[in-house]
């Protein structure tokens, strides 16, 4: 079997969760990677759905059980992580693996997969319309906008090590680019 992965990488709030929507809902043979978290749900978020939601302490024993391909702390205190179990029981099925991931984590998925993985940095126009984005998402506090927009600013740095940049300045371009990238990917 091709055991094959896509990741898509972006600082937040650069439009990636709609591209990966978009891209699940138009290809079949894409299953998105169910992460790994030690934050609380958000909103509608439910548990086995956009994340498995444990407590800091399970997701601590769960690293010492070296049950994660890769995890990070991506905001102080707030851990995510791919586990093994996920990678397998998508293969099992014969799907590509999408991943949504925080930029480090895609480095580290790259480096893992190799030439079974395809890279992609999802790119904001610019920090300013990063920070409009956050606003008009209106799910953050201000104090936690800046933080995200900070954060931001030393992620962009890491585009040079992925294996393809989608700039996010038009949503209907981004979403084609999108798909052409996954169909080349995916057909090799
Ligand atoms: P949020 O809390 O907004 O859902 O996600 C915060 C960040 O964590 C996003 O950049 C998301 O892509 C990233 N993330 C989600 N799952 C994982 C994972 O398994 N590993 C890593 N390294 N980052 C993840």
């Known amino acids: 079997m091709n055991k ?10 650069a439009g990636k969760s709609t591209v990966v929507g978009h891209l699940l809902k138009t290809f079949p043979f894409l299953e998105f990677s169910i992460s790994a978290t030690s934050r609380s749900p958000r909103g509608n978020e439910k548990d086995g759905v956009e994340y498995y939601f444990f407590s800091a302490e399970q997701f601590r024993e769960l690293i010492a059980r070296d049950a994660f391909v890769e995890y990070e ?21 014969g799907h590509i693996i999408l991943f949504d991931i925080d930029v480090r984590g895609g480095v580290n998925l790259k480096r893992i997969f ?4 395809l890279s992609v940095f999802v790119k904001p126009p610019s920090v300013e319309e ?5 606003i008009g998402r209106g799910t953050d506090s ?3 906008i800046e933080r995200r927009v900070a954060k931001a600013e030393e992620e962009l740095e890491y585009e040079p090590q992925f294996d393809r940049v ?3 300045d038009r ?17 090799q």
Do not use: Q
């Not at 094959?4 to 709030?13: D, E, L, R, T, Y």
């Not at 190799?114 to 993985?117: E, L, R, T």
């Open 130 to 134: 990063l920070r409009r984005r956050l």
């Open 166 to 168: 989608l700039e996010n």
């Open 171 to 187: 949503l209907d371009r981004t979403l084609a680019e999108a798909e052409n990238i996954v169909k080349s990917f995916a057909v």
């Open 73 to 93: 702390e991506v905001y102080p205190g707030s851990f995510y992580g791919t586990l093994r179990s996920e990678v397998e029981r998508i293969w099992a099925k």
């Open 4 to 13: 094959k992965v896509i990741i898509f990488s972006a600082p937040s709030g």
């Open 142 to 144: 201000p104090e936690a």
């Open 114 to 117: 190799g030439d079974n993985a």
